[in-house]
């Protein structure tokens, strides 16, 4: 259906990207976005497609473990660059780098697209016992994460992050850990320290 509709939109659309590159595909995302039809009919075949994710990321994309991150309210863009960092090797994970080489690209961008347009649910997670983490945010990670931590076309949600998955993620960044390789994090928060990272995730896992 998304195929079928994409193409006739494509005869009209005065580009042509070169086929399959990650660029051309988002892209051909942009244009799904734009137009509700082929947005509607994207989530519907991203819904089946996520039957294969559900057990760990949850029916709505709220994750059923705190170290497994939610897709819900995730960038529709971060969500697809992702499985095209499992799929190269770029990022490792026994369980997301097989499924990733797996999923056609539609399927990435469909299921992108279906993830992103679940709400996120706050749940209970450890607070923060002082306010550095606060501090370190609003001095830093704000320029790029976004104030609330919502992120944006280029940048990863952040806020409502379960605790451990955050703070799991930042020890990789800082310990340049080649399951996340070549990540620009791992320059930001090179100078920082362990408590300042745990301070942090305990303020963005609150971020509502
Ligand atoms: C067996 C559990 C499991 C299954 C099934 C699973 N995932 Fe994951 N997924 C994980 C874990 C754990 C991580 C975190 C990996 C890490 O720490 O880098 C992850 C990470 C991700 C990320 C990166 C998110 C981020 O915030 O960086 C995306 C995107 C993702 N999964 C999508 C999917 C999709 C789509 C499916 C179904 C096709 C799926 N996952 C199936 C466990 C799973
Ligand atoms: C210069 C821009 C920039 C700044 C400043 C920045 N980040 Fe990031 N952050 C990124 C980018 C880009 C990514 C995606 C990285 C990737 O794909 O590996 C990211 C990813 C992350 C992730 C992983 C998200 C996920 O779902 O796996 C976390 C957690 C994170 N940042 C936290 C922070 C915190 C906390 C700070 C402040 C101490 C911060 N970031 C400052 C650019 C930035």
Known sequence: MVKKLLLALCLFTPFVAAADSVESMLQEMAIIENNSALLAAARKDGEERASLCVHCHGEDGNAKRDYIPNLASQNASYLFTQFEHFASGARKNYVMSKLAGNLTKDDRINIALFFSRMDVKPRPQPVATNAGGEALYNSVCFVCHGKEGYGSQQYPRIAGQPYDYLKDTLMKFLNNDPERQN????????????????????????LP
């Open 183 to 206: 990540s620009p994090m791992m320059g930001v928060i090179r100078s920082m320290n362990e408590k300042q990272l745990d301070d942090v995730a305990a303020y963005v896992a609150n």
